[in-house]
């Protein structure tokens, strides 16, 4: 929204005494006409943790974010004195509300206002929409604080970076259900315990970046409508996981199986096979396996050997779990596939690894299983 003032020039004249926009007009403004100047090029922003998609902006863009960020941090209604480029403030906009989840009263969405003199672009002002008031906000914080505690507490921060990973993967996918919510804030999962995939996405960067985890939040499409996951940094490795599509609920699973592991430390060649990255932001190419949950576990398989996966399931009942998943490489996949439910395999290796763990299962007639074709994923359900 544009907002012409008729009185600018004598406005401008009044500023170099008690200056513009609240704030004296400086030397820099008055050679500039009183004009907001462009921000140096050179500019390179203040260090505040882990923001990835600041360090894909420019160095005008991350002046921009700076000036905004504080005004966001603060609340305030309205934050002025801002070079007049619209499309470079969105873009600054755009990036803070990716790389800060913790800024839950902040709706993403706000009005750009812009003065002209004649018309010339003087100085834009952007007036932020927040979700609650700051009584709110602090209300609302307590109850994040409660939930990050609680599921800090269930993670050995000795642990590798992987290891800490998986366990904030495990709990948010055992503590939120997939549901249609109005934004992607983490305040729907960590608060209403519900959320759609940007909620998750969020709320993990959120929590692995209290962990000092490097993470980062990334949009595209799965399934051919919008999505989001997360970019993340595991013992230095550069890897996609993707929470929602490991929670059983958003998979039409039931939640006692637990989660699904198959979109944890992907490569980047594994995520194109189901998501497609949108490129609003540039992304590294992950091309190691070495945090995916499957090369990690012992649980990646390039040939089908019966003994293998009794070996599996044995470790997976004698853990008291309920479920073992192993993935198959492409070749190997519909070899196993044959062999354990055409030639009727499968309940003769469960049989074999009730029996080597020594718990006393009882094998059903009927065996519960999940086939993930495109990734080459079978997830087996453990009798109770």
Known sequence: MKRRTLTALAALLLAVTVGLSGCELSLERLTNGGAVPAPSAEYTGIQDGFRYTKTTLTGQEQYLYDQLLAG????????DGLYPDNDMIQKAIDAIDRDYPELF???????????????RAMEAVYRPTYAMDAAQRAETQAKIDQWTADCLATIDTSASQYAQALGVYTYLIDHADYQDVGSNSIVNIMVGGAGLCGCYAKTMQYVLNQLGIQAAYITGQAKGQSHAWN???????????????????FAGGEESQGPAYAYFGLTTADLLRTHTIDGSIPVPECVSNDANYFYRSGLYFTSYHASALTSAIQRAIAAGEGQCSVRYSDEAYSTACAQLFAQ????????QAAQAAGVGTVVPDSLWYSRDDTMGV????IPS
């Open 72 to 79: 966001l941090k603060d609340q305030a209604e309205t934050i």
């Open 105 to 119: 009263w902040f709706s993403g969405t706000g009005q750009i206002e812009t003065t002209l003199l004649g018309e």
């Open 231 to 249: 970019l993340v940094w595991l013992d230095g490795t550069p890897c996609w996981v993707d929470p929602t599509w490991g929670d059983p609920v």
């Open 344 to 351: 009727g395999q499968l309940h003769s290796i469960f049989r």
């Open 378 to 381: 079978l997830t087996f359900v």
